[in-house]
């Protein structure tokens, strides 16, 4: 959850280092630090907080070189402050370290690293790791021997990277576990270190990624990659397609403010080059799935967490009314804790943005161990997840720099229609004039879309939160495919504005939190017309009838609800199938103006980060 970012090259690597840091700040933000090579010491700045603590330091105490290694925080062990913020330095400060993950054997570690004189400095596993280093370093004979053999010691998902003043020509990096990406970055005579692709996408798009179990020695002529067992591994480079501008805020105030307005452009991209609308037929060229495979499947089950675990609760009505599979959804962080029913007929779809997310990865890995084809949907190329997939299908929507995941969510709900539109072709579930006609309904989304995130509508929008953004509570109701839009408004508003809310299939409130409706509980009702409407219609009518406040959103020309909700907003008709695409995003937008009006980090909401590697 970290962010890692170094550099090895004849430019000033200071900059460098804390441009990719500010580029990767949505992993953490609990404390900032970077340690510089410089006339033959280390100097290490770090402060606590956010980044701009870090670069003010700088400021006052300049210091520049050309190899550097920075980090941005996301505590686990040790509360945020300057003496736990990473670069962690050995006690000669030759050798200095930082890391993401965890060291789950670290009390150990210390007690016996204490009992030979050692004095620690910080709460934090990560400082084991550079004390271990150092007792390693004079007899391996170098840091990257000193690396391999201190890995050995430590159990837990934890990427480092390390650098010494002895060896001022290197960045040593490694990995193990899923604990979140290495990505080296090949320069013209310079290489960059990486946990995420956008903090070095200004400066090359070939990159290398770290697997778990592997060692990198890192100067500017390239890498070269090792296991921990010191066999040499020919690394493959990945060219990355996306474009630095995508991974850069431009006119909007927000990362999530520019991604939110990106999502017709995504699910276009999303859809493009894969789908032949003539023949009825979706071609997913990673998917790497036979047709007698595809017909074996007796059930699908979806993994994922947050954001992309409701999209799978979408992905649940898609893949079940198209491709005719059963389908269930579970959080990865449950699953294997229940010994799931798996098997070779099972397909296991796994839904991560980041690729990362050590839950779901943990989830892949039970179906996989009991022979289920595993099939992923990711957006980070080269992720761990793609890379454990038997397929995979690409979200193509670019960077996803917010910490709430907005693009992500459209982007692999298109995904799973298109997923299910495949398995329906090779399974002859439906038609071909049925899958042209539902290919044809996708070909019309990202206008559908557009018409929803017109900017001339914030006005809308600001009205609606400059009302709602001193209320405690907010209840969202929706009911079959936009129920799980209901759960995704609520995460939201929760995530971003700190305001507590609850998404709650609209049929269930009369079961309990109906007890909750008043004044001061504003309803959030997904009221578009669809096989529910009238279902939707008649919760409304008894939130109202119990004084409470309802937000609808609707589709265009309902003139019907208008009487019955305190404020509506409209969405074009679409498909059924289509519709939480485009309910969503009402959703996103007033989430994120009620939590500007609120004053909140938007991007960086307290206690987040964007890729969960932790347990
Ligand atoms: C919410 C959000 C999170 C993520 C979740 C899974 O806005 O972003 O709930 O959806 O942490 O992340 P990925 O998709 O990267 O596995």
């Given at each position: 959850m970290c962010g890692i970012v170094g550099y090895v090259g004849p430019r000033p690597a200071t900059s460098i280092v804390v441009n990719g840091l500010q580029r990767l700040e949505y992993r953490g933000y609990d404390s900032a630090g970077i340690a510089v090579l410089h006339e033959d010491r280390i100097h290490v700045r770090r402060d606590a907080g956010k980044l701009s603590n870090l670069i003010a330091l700088l400021a006052q105490q300049p210091i520049d070189g050309n190899l550097a290694l920075g980090h941005t925080r996301w505590a686990t062990h040790?509360?945020?402050?300057?003496?736990?913020?990473?670069?962690?330095?050995?006690?000669?400060?030759?050798?200095?370290?930082?890391?993401?993950?965890?060291?789950?054997?670290?009390?150990?570690?210390r007690e016996s690293l204490q009992a030979e004189g050692i004095e620690f400095r910080s709460e934090t596993d990560t400082e084991v790791i550079v004390h271990l280093l150092a007792l390693n370093y004079s007899a391996a004979g170098g840091l990257a021997e000193a690396v391999r053999k201190t890995m050995g010691h430590l159990k837990g998902p934890s990427a480092i990277v390390a650098m010494t003043s002895r060896e001022p020509d290197r960045l040593v990096a490694a990995r193990l576990g899923n604990a979140g990406g290495v990505a080296i970055g090949l320069g013209d005579g310079e290489t960059f270190v990486a946990s995420d692709i956008?903090?070095?996408?200004?400066?090359?798009?070939?990159?290398?990624?770290?697997?778990?179990?592997?060692?990198?020695?890192?100067?500017?002529?390239?890498v070269q990659v090792e296991t921990l067992a010191g066999q040499a591994v020919k690394p493959e480079i990945?060219?990355?397609?996306?474009?630095?501008?995508?991974?850069?805020?431009?006119?909007?105030?927000?990362?999530?403010?520019?991604?939110?307005?990106?999502?017709?452009r995504?699910?276009?991209?999303?859809?493009?080059?894969?789908?032949?609308?003539?023949?009825?037929?979706?071609?997913?060229?990673?998917?790497?799935?036979?047709?007698?495979?595809?017909?074996?499947f007796n059930r699908i089950v979806i993994v994922a967490c947050g954001t992309s675990a409701y999209a799978g609760l979408v992905g649940k009505f898609l893949l079940e009314a198209i491709a005719r599979i059963p389908t269930e959804v579970d959080y990865g962080s449950e699953f294997r804790y229940r010994d799931p029913i798996i098997d070779e007929q099972t397909l296991l779809l796994a839904i991560t943005q980041s690729g990362e997310t050590v839950d779901t990865l943990a989830a892949m890995e039970e179906g996989r161990n009991k022979g289920a084809f595993v099939v992923s949907i990711v957006n980070s190329i080269g992720s761990q997840a793609a890379r454990v997939s038997d397929g995979v299908i690409t979200m193509h929507c670019g960077p996803e720099i917010?910490?709430?995941?907005?693009?992500?969510?459209?982007?692999?709900?298109?995904?799973?229609?298109?997923?299910?539109?495949?398995?329906?072709?090779?399974?002859?579930?439906?038609?071909?004039?049925?899958?042209?006609?539902?290919?044809?309904?996708?070909?019309?989304?990202?206008?559908?879309?557009?018409?929803?995130l017109d900017p001339n509508d914030n006005a809308l929008y600001l009205d609606l939160a400059e009302r709602f953004h001193g209320y405690r509570n907010f209840l969202f109701l929706g009911r079959g495919?936009?129920?799980?839009?209901?759960?995704?408004?609520?995460?939201?508003?929760?995530?971003?504005?700190?305001?507590?809310?609850?998404?709650y299939p609209a049929g269930e409130m009369k079961h309990g939190p109906i007890a909750l409706i008043d004044r001061e509980m504003p309803v959030v009702a997904i009221a578009v017309q669809d096989s529910v409407y009238d279902k939707m219609i008649s919760q409304i009518e008894q939130v109202k009838a119990r004084s409470g406040i309802v937000i609808a959103v609707a589709s265009e020309g309902d003139e019907f609800i208008a009487s019955k909700a305190d404020h509506v907003i409209t969405v074009p008709s679409a498909p059924p199938l289509l519709t939480p695409v485009l309910s969503v995003l009402p959703l996103q937008r007033l989430a994120y103006e009620i939590a500007v009006w609120r004053g909140a980090d938007v991007d960086q909401p307290r206690n987040l980060a964007k890729s969960v590697t932790v347990e």
């Amino acid at each position: 959850m970290c962010g890692i970012v170094g550099y090895v090259g004849p430019r000033p690597a200071t900059s460098i280092v804390v441009n990719g840091l500010q580029r990767l700040e949505y992993r953490g933000y609990d404390s900032a630090g970077i340690a510089v090579l410089h006339e033959d010491r280390i100097h290490v700045r770090r402060d606590a907080g956010k980044l701009s603590n870090l670069i003010a330091l700088l400021a006052q105490q300049p210091i520049d070189g050309n190899l550097a290694l920075g980090h941005t925080r996301w505590a686990t062990h040790g509360r945020p402050s300057q003496q736990n913020a990473h670069p962690h330095s050995d006690a000669s400060g030759e050798i200095v370290v930082v890391q993401n993950g965890i060291v789950e054997n670290y009390r150990e570690l210390r007690e016996s690293l204490q009992a030979e004189g050692i004095e620690f400095r910080s709460e934090t596993d990560t400082e084991v790791i550079v004390h271990l280093l150092a007792l390693n370093y004079s007899a391996a004979g170098g840091l990257a021997e000193a690396v391999r053999k201190t890995m050995g010691h430590l159990k837990g998902p934890s990427a480092i990277v390390a650098m010494t003043s002895r060896e001022p020509d290197r960045l040593v990096a490694a990995r193990l576990g899923n604990a979140g990406g290495v990505a080296i970055g090949l320069g013209d005579g310079e290489t960059f270190v990486a946990s995420d692709i956008p903090a070095i996408l200004e400066h090359t798009r070939r990159m290398v990624f770290l697997e778990d179990g592997q060692v990198a020695l890192i100067t500017r002529d390239g890498v070269q990659v090792e296991t921990l067992a010191g066999q040499a591994v020919k690394p493959e480079i990945h060219l990355i397609p996306w474009d630095p501008i995508s991974a850069a805020k431009g006119e909007f105030r927000h990362f999530m403010q520019k991604e939110i307005f990106e999502q017709a452009r995504s699910v276009t991209d999303t859809i493009r080059g894969r789908v032949d609308f003539d023949a009825g037929e979706v071609v997913l060229g990673q998917l790497n799935l036979s047709p007698e495979r595809a017909r074996s499947f007796n059930r699908i089950v979806i993994v994922a967490c947050g954001t992309s675990a409701y999209a799978g609760l979408v992905g649940k009505f898609l893949l079940e009314a198209i491709a005719r599979i059963p389908t269930e959804v579970d959080y990865g962080s449950e699953f294997r804790y229940r010994d799931p029913i798996i098997d070779e007929q099972t397909l296991l779809l796994a839904i991560t943005q980041s690729g990362e997310t050590v839950d779901t990865l943990a989830a892949m890995e039970e179906g996989r161990n009991k022979g289920a084809f595993v099939v992923s949907i990711v957006n980070s190329i080269g992720s761990q997840a793609a890379r454990v997939s038997d397929g995979v299908i690409t979200m193509h929507c670019g960077p996803e720099i917010g910490v709430a995941s907005t693009k992500a969510f459209t982007t692999s709900v298109v995904d799973q229609y298109l997923l299910a539109l495949a398995l329906a072709q090779a399974r002859d579930s439906i038609g071909p004039a049925h899958r042209r006609r539902l290919l044809n309904d996708l070909a019309h989304l990202p206008r559908l879309i557009g018409q929803v995130l017109d900017p001339n509508d914030n006005a809308l929008y600001l009205d609606l939160a400059e009302r709602f953004h001193g209320y405690r509570n907010f209840l969202f109701l929706g009911r079959g495919i936009n129920y799980p839009i209901a759960l995704e408004g609520a995460l939201k508003l929760k995530e971003i504005s700190y305001i507590h809310a609850e998404g709650y299939p609209a049929g269930e409130m009369k079961h309990g939190p109906i007890a909750l409706i008043d004044r001061e509980m504003p309803v959030v009702a997904i009221a578009v017309q669809d096989s529910v409407y009238d279902k939707m219609i008649s919760q409304i009518e008894q939130v109202k009838a119990r004084s409470g406040i309802v937000i609808a959103v609707a589709s265009e020309g309902d003139e019907f609800i208008a009487s019955k909700a305190d404020h509506v907003i409209t969405v074009p008709s679409a498909p059924p199938l289509l519709t939480p695409v485009l309910s969503v995003l009402p959703l996103q937008r007033l989430a994120y103006e009620i939590a500007v009006w609120r004053g909140a980090d938007v991007d960086q909401p307290r206690n987040l980060a964007k890729s969960v590697t932790v347990e």
